[in-house]
């Protein structure tokens, strides 16, 4: 039952949820419940995740299409793996934009990784170089393509959506580790 206008004016405003300084959660916690987040991913239908995908890589990739640097890619497949979500996606290019495709090819290259170690380098958290030489992201297959997709990945700026995704990605592993 709402207040009378007179009564409502004398009251403070009330904060809104998203105003109360909340305290991070425990690491020991996000750790026990990381399973758990990932397993959302896992249960999404890959129709789903392609239409996801191609549209995050083609905001992502427009600029570098547009002036023909994607045309390495036409007719070649990089699967991203990430490990701790046991999933994994085709990626090629072609003349309509970017193609995501399901397990059943053989990729020329698979780029292999936790998903905090992917975060990083779309969040451009950490070198690239570093992440490959620390092996917490692995080049399997053509490792000239893979160092030439690691290499566009880290100099393209992720669209503002994808950024904040990132950008609350890299905070909760900051958190867990």
Do not use: C
Not at 104 to 122: E, M, N, Y
Not at 141 to 153: A, I, S, Y
Request: hydrophobic share 45%; charged share 20%.
């Amino acid at each position: 039952m709402p207040l009378p206008p007179g009564l409502q004016a004398l009251l403070p405003p009330l904060p809104s949820l998203a105003s109360l300084p909340l305290p991070p959660p425990p690491p020991a916690l996000l750790r026990r419940l990381h399973p758990l987040l990932m397993v959302p991913v896992r249960l999404m239908p890959f129709p789903l995740q392609r239409r996801l995908l191609e549209r995050l890589l083609r905001e992502t990739f427009q600029a570098h299409a547009a002036q023909g640097h994607m045309r390495f890619l036409y007719g070649r497949w990089v699967r991203f793996t990430v490990t701790d979500l046991r999933s994994h996606w085709n990626v090629s290019y072609g003349d309509l934009g970017p193609i995501v495709a399901d397990s059943l090819l053989r990729p020329d290259v698979t780029i292999r990784g936790d998903l905090a170690a992917f975060v990083a380098l779309a969040h451009q958290e950490e070198d690239p170089d570093t992440l490959f030489f620390q092996r917490r992201l692995v080049i399997e297959g053509d490792t000239e393509l893979g160092l030439q997709v690691k290499n566009l990945m880290f100099a393209s700026e992720l669209p503002h959506m994808a950024r904040e995704i990132a950008r609350v990605a890299a905070a909760y592993f900051r958190q867990l580790a």
